[in-house]
């Protein structure tokens, strides 16, 4: 009863804030919210109201993502902003069967680096996950490490996108998948109240710059569940 309390006041908190955001528009709430949105600080009010609003709002296109990623036992698999840990809860449940596989993370949120640590403990114990703080267009890995990349509504906080995505390309694996979910209307939804910015978040540049990076069969799928339109974007690797 008190979470279902302290979530109904989590996503009426950011209703009240995206409102003023938009009878207000050069008020500093802008901003503050974009930032946060992009890399939630490591003030409590912050961390907690976006630690739950990604809870609330991203579990089902991170399912999404991890369902058409068709993870297998063995593989070696990273999510790029994983934010509080939800998309990684669903993945490892793909690789307890074997001693194969392994989950990785990076996310440059130091906030959400320890939210995930706490939530995804005892996995990283076990030596199943690894979570690093990291930007995406530095990535501490080696070459080639990966079979499938994943990450949902994060590609348009990407100032540089085929800086990035070459980033990914070079951690994959020949014949790799990557993988980007997102809520298509919720992103429109937000570049037009001007927390995104309208190119990074367009997904056909989005697109274009996996294309330019190297990435070969890029294209997107579009899915319903529960009213809400997702898109999957897949891009792979050449397998020579």
Not at 41 to 54: G, H, K, P, Q, Y
Not at 79 to 107: M, N, Q, R, T, W
Not at 130 to 159: C, G, M, Q, R
Not at 200 to 226: C, H, I, P, W
Request: overall charge neutral; glycine content about 4%.
């Amino acid at each position: 009863m008190m979470k279902q309390l302290v979530d109904i006041l989590v996503i009426l908190s950011f209703q009240i804030i995206v409102f003023f955001v938009n009878i207000w528009p050069t008020s500093l709430l802008k901003p503050i919210l974009a930032r946060n949105l992009k890399k939630p600080s490591n003030s409590f009010i912050a961390s907690f109201l976006m630690r739950r609003l990604f809870e609330l709002s991203n579990t089902e296109v991170e399912k999404l993502a991890v369902e058409k990623c068709d993870i297998q036992e063995s593989d070696k698999v990273l999510e790029i902003g994983f934010g509080p840990g939800v998309g990684l809860e669903h993945a490892v449940s793909c690789l307890l069967k074997s001693k194969d596989g392994k989950l990785y993370g990076a996310d440059y949120s130091q906030a959400m680096v320890e939210v995930a640590t706490e939530r995804m403990k005892t996995y990283i114990e076990d030596g199943l996950v690894e979570l690093h703080f990291a930007s995406a267009a530095n990535l501490p890995f080696e070459s080639k490490k990966f079979d499938k990349i994943f990450h949902t509504n994060v590609f348009y906080f990407w100032e540089d996108q085929i800086k990035v995505c070459s980033e990914l390309l070079r951690v994959l694996k020949n014949g790799g998948l990557m993988l980007s979910a997102l809520d298509l209307k919720k992103v429109a939804a937000s570049a037009s109240m001007g927390l995104l910015d309208q190119h990074t978040s367009d997904v056909k540049n989005y697109m274009l710059s996996l294309q330019a990076a190297g990435f070969e069969n890029v294209r997107m799928a579009k899915y319903e569940k529960d009213h809400i339109t997702f898109g999957c974007i897949y891009a792979y690797k050449s397998k020579v």
